[in-house]
């Protein structure tokens, strides 16, 4: 790969990288506007579906 191919692919890749952080950040926006709704949680299904979720990167992380 050139060095004009290689920058050129450097800046796509930060051009859908900060797509993606508006989007997430409009999201956020229209999120934090809406009324709040309590319900009950439980924590430790909440931590087992973030735990899968972290599954599926590049990470080595035990868990305990």
């Known amino acids: 790969m050139s060095k004009g191919s ?3 692919a450097i800046v796509g890749e930060a051009s859908r990288q900060m797509a993606r952080l508006i989007d ?3 999201h956020l926006s ?4 809406s009324e709040l709704r309590r319900r009950p949680v439980l924590l430790s299904d909440l931590a087992g ?3 899968a979720g972290c599954g599926n990167s590049n990470r080595n992380a035990r868990w305990r």
């Open 6 to 8: 290689n920058t050129l």
């Open 49 to 51: 579906q973030i735990i």
């Open 30 to 33: 229209r999120v934090t506007r």
């Open 24 to 26: 997430d950040l409009l």
